[in-house]
């Protein structure tokens, strides 16, 4: 299981978004409407992973427009940090989900396998913007780049380092939706905006 065949050699960010769409890399691409690839300038000083697109993302071709995209659009405009200067993109560019007959579709985690077989995409943005820091949200965008024996509890809102496939600081964060999901909606997002300052810190916006 791989993307890496699907991939046209030398392609830019705009032939890749096009490409992606015929990716057929792993299973994902059987139940979603489409692949949502990144957004944002390629100049961008930092790329935002996410995990995967959400329902409205799968619904509207792009990535972090629903309610989880409204929580990292906060978190960005509190840090200072400008969502137009950011590139975003997530580990798996095809929605998972199960659906029991005409109910919601609702989210579920992608396998290291299916991650991994994604990845030359997320390696190939990562080339192409060539970013100074990298921002990710949740474990699976920080397991899909650092490998699986990182911890977010641990981890969160220091600066690591990233070498490969593209040498740039790296900070984890707490995906958006579990900030949703949480109990005390108000601490977990309070946290998310401390490691999101950290990178605006990375980035000298603080
Ligand atoms: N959650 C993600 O991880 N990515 C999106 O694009 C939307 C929700
Ligand atoms: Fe290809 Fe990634 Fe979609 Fe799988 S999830 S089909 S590897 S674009």
């Given at each position: 299981?791989?993307?890496?065949?699907?991939?046209?050699?030398?392609?830019?960010?705009?032939?890749?978004?096009?490409?992606?769409?015929?990716?057929?890399?792993?299973?994902l691409?059987?139940?979603?409407?489409?692949?949502v690839?990144g957004?944002?300038?390629?100049?961008?000083?930092?790329?935002v992973v996410g995990e995967q697109p959400g329902d409205?993302e799968d619904?509207?071709?792009?990535p972090f427009?629903g309610?989880a995209g409204?929580?990292l659009?906060?978190?960005?405009?509190?840090?200072?940090?400008?969502?137009?200067?950011?590139?975003v993109t997530n580990s798996t560019k095809h929605f998972k989900f199960?659906?029991?007959?005409?109910?919601?579709?609702?989210h579920q985690k992608p396998t290291r396998?299916e991650v991994?077989?994604c990845r030359?995409?997320l390696?190939?943005?990562?080339?192409?913007?060539?970013?100074?820091?990298?921002v990710c949200l949740g474990a699976t965008a920080a397991q899909a780049l650092?490998?699986?024996?990182?911890?977010i509890?641990?981890?969160?809102?220091?600066?690591?380092?990233?070498?490969?496939?593209?040498?740039?600081?790296?900070?984890a964060t707490i995906h958006p939706s579990a900030?949703?999901?949480?109990?005390?909606?108000?601490?977990?997002?309070?946290?998310?905006?401390?490691?999101?300052?950290?990178?605006?810190?990375?980035?000298?916006?603080?």
């Amino acid at each position: 299981m791989s993307a890496a065949e699907h991939i046209p050699a030398g392609a830019n960010l705009f032939e890749l978004r096009s490409a992606v769409q015929s990716c057929r890399g792993c299973d994902l691409y059987r139940g979603a409407t489409q692949a949502v690839f990144g957004e944002g300038p390629e100049t961008a000083r930092a790329v935002v992973v996410g995990e995967q697109p959400g329902d409205q993302e799968d619904r509207q071709g792009r990535p972090f427009v629903g309610p989880a995209g409204r929580v990292l659009d906060r978190g960005l405009v509190e840090a200072g940090i400008d969502r137009g200067t950011v590139y975003v993109t997530n580990s798996t560019k095809h929605f998972k989900f199960t659906q029991q007959r005409g109910k919601r579709r609702l989210h579920q985690k992608p396998t290291r396998g299916e991650v991994m077989a994604c990845r030359p995409w997320l390696e190939a943005e990562l080339r192409l913007v060539q970013p100074e820091l990298v921002v990710c949200l949740g474990a699976t965008a920080a397991q899909a780049l650092l490998g699986p024996s990182f911890r977010i509890t641990k981890e969160r809102g220091a600066v690591l380092r990233l070498e490969d496939p593209w040498p740039a600081q790296l900070v984890a964060t707490i995906h958006p939706s579990a900030i949703l999901r949480a109990d005390d909606r108000e601490q977990a997002y309070r946290g998310f905006l401390a490691d999101l300052e950290v990178a605006a810190g990375v980035l000298g916006v603080a």
